[in-house]
């Protein structure tokens, strides 16, 4: 690790460390402490870190470790009686809500490609901020935890299908292109030899050693990346390796348990992806992305509500719960911010219809959890009555 690398890391969790308490203390959303830390610490704020290229390198390994989570939680039994109570009120309201952020987004000049784009990554809401922001005994033991899980692992897995399809349409002159036959049929090939490996050489192993931890751990990183290095070799992304490889696990009796230890681990890397997606925010562009970002922001945190609000009522669902719900989801999400990196990176869209994307999840982060903590019971609600663990 060279030194500048070394100091650059030093700078990053220091000051995240101090805007983290920052924000705590004000009930702000940690991933906003860590964006705005980017943009100061950042090429187009006071310059302090300086290999930003290698820090988006070592990032990207903490969206590897998200998806490779997701994909650990995601049993195939649960998913589906979660997915027949929710999959009408996710894919309406993403055709509405997406509708929405084309008109919009077209409207202010952007291509038609980009306000698709955009259009797409504001349908998402924030499994974090979502998650995070409901009790333990709404999450676990109430019906308005089970909508809210239901509708955030929908809205994940569509956005995982966005992302097959953006890697499979990458231009024709990027050398890691794949024909799209190619792409269709690597992605269930590598889903059979994942569940195959995992039967046949995983288990087994993991039932011979799980008395020592530390191998329980190394062999779920390797097979982890191990999968995901597969993928992008048969032209998927690295991401869709990891999530395939946390599904082959997530039927086992140990998935729960390297789900626990991974986190921290997930949790380091991703601090630096959101360090550098603001370090990545192009100060110079503020004032061309201000007006479009602030319309799609007002748009998101007024119509998600409404819409959850009409369709869970249309589904059958009381009135109340079905407020809670779309104010819990009243915002865009993480993979908002993953699908502009990629999209951005792939060349289907310019730096400014990139940050558009950023300005507006960040803008719908802030306001959103202040209306959920000031309404509803959260962990992190300013109020006694409202606060709940």
Not at 32 to 48: D, E, Q
Not at 298 to 323: A, H, M, N, Q, T
Not at 337 to 348: H, K, P, Q, T
Request: glycine share 8%.
């Amino acid at each position: 690790m060279s030194e500048s690398l070394f100091f650059s890391i030093f700078l990053i969790f220091s000051g995240a460390a101090v805007l983290a308490s920052f924000a705590l203390f004000t009930r702000q959303p940690l991933i906003v402490a860590y964006i705005l830390l980017g943009i100061a610490f950042g090429p187009y704020g006071f310059n302090l870190v300086t290999d930003k290229k290698a820090l988006e390198e070592i990032g990207h390994i903490g969206i590897v470790f998200l998806l490779f989570l997701l994909g650990l939680d995601l049993q195939p039994r649960n998913f589906l009686q979660l997915l027949s109570k929710t999959a009408f009120v996710a894919f309406a309201s993403a055709l509405v809500i997406g509708a929405v952020g084309f008109v919009v987004s077209y409207g202010f000049s952007y291509s038609v490609t980009e306000a698709v784009i955009i259009g797409l990554a504001i349908t998402f809401s924030s499994t974090i901020i979502g998650l995070k922001l409901l009790p333990t005994t709404i999450l676990h033991h109430k019906h308005t935890g089970e909508i809210v899980i239901g509708i955030l692992l929908l809205q994940d897995i569509i956005a995982i299908v966005i992302l097959i399809v953006l890697n499979g349409l990458q231009p024709a002159g990027n050398s890691h292109s794949q024909p799209w036959f190619y792409t269709l049929l690597a992605l269930p090939g590598i889903l059979v030899f994942a569940m195959g490996f995992v039967r046949w050489v995983i288990l087994p192993l993991l039932q011979k050693f799980d008395r020592f931890h530390e191998y329980i751990f190394l062999l779920a990183i390797g097979w982890c990346l191990g999968l995901a290095e597969l993928a992008k070799h048969f032209g998927l992304s690295i991401e869709i390796g990891a999530f395939i490889a946390g599904i082959s696990l997530a039927n086992s009796p140990i998935a729960q348990y390297i789900a626990t230890s991974l986190r921290p681990l997930r949790d380091f890397f991703l601090i630096l992806f959101f360090f550098t997606i603001g370090a990545g925010f192009n100060l110079g562009l503020l004032s061309d992305i201000l007006a479009p970002s602030l319309l799609l922001a007002g748009c998101v945190l007024l119509f998600k509500p409404v819409i959850y609000r009409v369709l869970l009522k249309w589904v059958g669902e009381p009135r109340d719960l079905s407020w809670e719900v779309g104010v819990r989801l009243g915002q865009t999400s993480e993979f908002s911010l993953l699908i502009a990196f990629i999209a951005y990176s792939l060349g289907f869209i310019r730096e400014e219809a990139s940050l558009v994307i950023q300005g507006t999840a960040i803008m719908t982060f802030l306001v959103s959890t202040y209306i959920v903590v000031f309404r509803y019971p959260s962990p992190i609600a300013i109020s006694d009555r409202l606060r709940r663990d």
